[in-house]
């Protein structure tokens, strides 16, 4: 045993002191290096998915798409890519627990050939607002209340009644999928819209799906209530049960693809992450099969470390106008850099696979000897890396007048609509399920403006659905 500048440690059991019963020295080493260090253990925790589980894997790829994408990883049928995928919850902090009704993260990082690629998602295909700059205000209503410390409905359900375009989402949320029963029993989505360009230049917009090969299982309220006291640890538990006894958990995924040209005149706005593309309009694709099957040897240095950016894409694959979208292409990056320093890439659970070359020196925790000697600039005349002139993926055409502005309007662009198919799509049973789970947390709510706000989005999106709320909030209530 050694201390961090390697020199043996004679005694980890005592401290040094002045005498049996004096006082402590402040030149024992071993004791101020290591209470300094306990001090400094913890990282800023991530203000949204900050309690996560992950695993390595693969994706392999079972069906040809060259015709849709040039993407290296996906370019021939039976290839293999490590990834590693790491699940998480939403709104909680770090010791939170996992069976709570809250979306769940799947980020996706694929290692390949031609750098790290990124996919950012969760476990529904939609999210609850379209443009970036309500994303803090809604966090902040969601998390806990700054006067009593613990989540308000009452902040919860007056954002959502404020934002009807959330709709959608909170029916997602507050049905049967609103608390998957493991991570290995729930889908993923890339959620936001993509563009995949082939070797030819011909683009496609796209969108990602995963379905579990294990099927779908989810928990009641009461169900996960019970399990979220006996065991807060219960998803990333039986993640790591699960790859230990070799049961590796799968994901088939496919891709929903849209021709470039055929965006501006769709029925709704492609780009709204609110909204789902319907399979009827879009079907999907099978791309390949992703498997899990090694869990990580440190969860710090691999799970609470591992720093996922949809900024960072490949050759063939790039950004969509999804406002959403186009804020966390900064968001992300950024709050690494502040969670971890400007050096996060170099960790080995972010470092490409593929050779990094770049001008990029100096910061905080700079450990791989910041290229020696070679010269910090470009261009330069002493065969450094230079640019290669092929962008990863095509342009698309943009116009208009700088500043603030709503949506361009489709002729079916509608907060609601898809709410009620939503909603139509369950049983009566699930039904009554999704009603009592919205009743319960309105009921609580004291402001009654907020309350009919929220009822009357689910009148709109439809009828039945809105008086159900409506008569199991009353009840509630009294």
């Not at 400094?40 to 798409?65: F, K, M, N, Q, S």
Request: a negative charge.
């Amino acid at each position: 045993m050694t201390t961090e500048s390697g020199a043996p440690v004679a005694d980890n059991q005592n401290s040094a002191s002045a005498g049996p019963g004096g006082p402590l020295l402040i030149q024992d080493q071993q004791l101020i290096e290591k209470l300094a260090r306990f001090n400094r253990e913890r990282i800023p925790e991530r203000v949204v998915h900050a309690r996560g589980a992950g695993a390595y894997g693969y994706l392999e790829v079972t069906d040809d798409v060259t015709s849709y994408t040039h993407a290296a990883f996906l370019s021939e049928v039976g290839k293999r890519t490590e990834v590693f995928l790491r699940f998480s919850t939403v709104a909680d902090s770090l010791g939170g627990a996992d069976a709570v009704r809250d979306p769940r993260g799947f980020a996706v990082k694929f290692y390949t050939e031609e750098g790290n690629y990124d996919l950012v998602g969760n476990n529904t295909p939609v999210f609850f607002i379209k443009d970036p700059l309500k994303f803090p205000d809604f966090i902040h209503s969601q998390k806990r209340d700054p006067f009593t410390g613990v989540q308000e409905p009452d902040n919860v359900w007056d954002f959502w009644s404020h934002s009807p375009e959330a709709t959608h989402q909170v029916t997602w949320l507050m049905g049967d999928r609103g608390i998957p029963a493991s991570y290995r029993h729930m889908d993923g989505f890339g959620s936001h819209t993509y563009l995949w360009v082939n070797a030819e230049g011909r683009a496609h917009w796209v969108k990602y799906h995963f379905k579990t090969d294990q099927g779908i299982r989810c928990l009641t309220s009461e169900e996960a209530q019970e399990l979220a006291g006996r065991d807060a640890n219960s998803h990333q538990q039986d993640l790591h049960r699960a790859i230990e006894r070799g049961m590796f958990p799968s994901w088939t995924m496919y891709v929903q693809l849209m021709p470039v040209e055929d965006a501006a005149a769709y029925r709704f706005n492609p780009f709204d992450l609110t909204k789902v593309w319907p399979h009827a309009d879009h079907p999907r694709v099978r791309v390949g099969r992703l498997v899990l099957n090694r869990n990580p040897e440190n969860i710090f240095a691999e799970v609470e470390q591992a720093a996922f950016s949809p900024n960072n894409f490949v050759p063939g694959i790039g950004p969509s106008p999804d406002k959403m979208l186009q804020g966390r292409l900064f968001a992300y990056g950024d709050a690494h850099r502040y969670r971890l320093g400007v050096n996060h890439t170099q960790l080995p659970v972010n470092a490409p696979h593929a050779a990094a070359d770049n001008y990029g020196r100096d910061g905080a925790m700079r450990f791989d000897g910041n290229r020696g000697r070679a010269k910090n600039y470009e261009p330069n005349s002493f065969g450094g890396p230079a640019e290669t002139g092929r962008p990863l993926a095509t342009g698309y055409e943009v116009a208009g007048l700088v500043g603030t502005h709503e949506p361009v309007a489709h002729r079916e662009d509608d907060d609601f609509v898809q709410a009620g198919n939503l909603y139509r799509l369950m049983d009566p049973a699930a039904q009554a399920r999704l009603v009592a789970n919205i009743a319960g947390g309105l009921a609580k709510v004291s402001d009654d403006a907020i309350v009919e706000r929220a009822i009357g989005h689910f009148h709109a999106a439809d009828p039945a659905y809105g008086h159900q709320v409506e008569t199991a909030v009353k009840e509630l209530r009294g």
